[in-house]
């Protein structure tokens, strides 16, 4: 906290286990874990975190499907490049 501000809380709730929130959290954050090995020349591992990505996105339209299911169809088109 800067000195002089007033302390409002933490801005964030806590996330559940099971929750919405929690599954896209953390699908946006396998999405983005598998851009890493994607653009570094691992494509097995990361068509292993894109599709966990986006089996974890669920089937709501959210950010996070957005983004796993952009990283899963890049990830598969770098894989079956020769």
Known sequence: MLAGTPDRG???LPLR?????TSSCSAWLLARE??????YGAP???????????Q???D????????AAATAARTYALSHQD
């Open 56 to 58: 974890g996105a669920g």
């Open 17 to 21: 286990p099971g929750s919405p929130a």
């Open 10 to 12: 933490s801005p964030l």
């Open 44 to 54: 097995q591992a990361a068509t292993r975190l894109a599709e966990q990505a986006r």
């Open 60 to 67: 709501r339209p959210t950010a996070a499907a957005t983004l």
């Open 34 to 39: 598998a851009m890493v090995p994607q653009n």
